[in-house]
């Protein structure tokens, strides 16, 4: 099956800074997305994304789908940017999720 | 419609019980997922439906557990003889099956077995 590789595994930024964080998948997908987990574990959709470059306010992805990798940029972060981000995709219905990236935003 | 509900939010079993969590989809969707999610990993992939067909099925789901969604509207997930290695957040989502795809995600059943 697919498997997804997010890095870095863990992020610590002062507040203001800008990140990047990537995504790789072992196989085609036609089916990406990003998420963020609250500390109450509900993921919220962040973007959906299987080609090209979405922004939305301070966050923006870009999926480069023929290298099968996405990026997602956080600029300006702020403490409430602080959690776990996920990236999942699939082919044939389902989402496979990598492992996340845990972020720390300090004031 | 105010999204993914899965009902109940919290459930605390005694091992060797059996237990059921519930998803109402957004109403529109016609695929329903169920995930399991431990502390420190990414989601893992349970099963699917396509309206009342379950279409795929991971090797994580053990014979003890059992989904269903029979009218292609809401699911239920079934865990028989819980053991303690069964506590995780459970975690259902939907999507629509062409077009955007893109899937939503409710707040998630946490399962504690003691």
């Known amino acids: 099956g697919i498997q997804v590789e997010q890095s870095p595994p863990d992020l610590i930024l002062q507040e203001g800074a800008n990140s990047t964080l990537r995504c790789n998948f072992s196989d085609s997908v036609n089916n990406l997305q990003w998420f963020h987990q609250n500390p109450w574990g509900q993921l919220i959709n962040l973007f959906y994304?299987?080609?090209g470059t979405k922004q939305n306010g301070r966050l923006s992805a870009t999926t480069v789908a023929t290298e099968r990798y996405s990026l997602l940029y956080i600029s300006s972060s702020q403490t409430t940017d602080s959690g776990v981000y996920f990236c999942a995709g699939g082919s044939q219905g389902n989402l496979i999720f990598g492992k996340g990236t845990k972020l720390s935003v300090k004031p | 419609d105010t999204g993914v509900s899965q009902n109940p939010r919290h459930k605390i079993t005694k091992r060797g019980q059996n237990v059921t969590f519930r998803c109402d989809p957004i109403?529109?969707?016609?695929?329903l997922y169920w995930y399991r999610q431990t502390l420190g990993q990414g989601p893992e992939f349970l099963t699917y439906f396509q309206n009342e067909a379950q279409l795929e099925k991971s090797r994580l789901l053990s014979d003890r557990f059992s989904a269903e969604r029979p009218k292609g509207s809401f699911s239920t997930l079934e865990i028989q003889r819980t053991e303690q290695g069964d506590s995780a957040m459970y975690l259902c989502?939907?999507?629509?099956?062409?077009?955007?795809?893109?899937?939503?995600f409710g707040q998630g059943t946490r399962l504690t077995v003691v």
């Open positions: 994304i299987p080609s």
């Open positions: 989502a939907s999507s629509l099956d062409r077009g955007n795809t893109e899937a939503f």
């Open positions: 109403s529109e969707h016609n695929r």
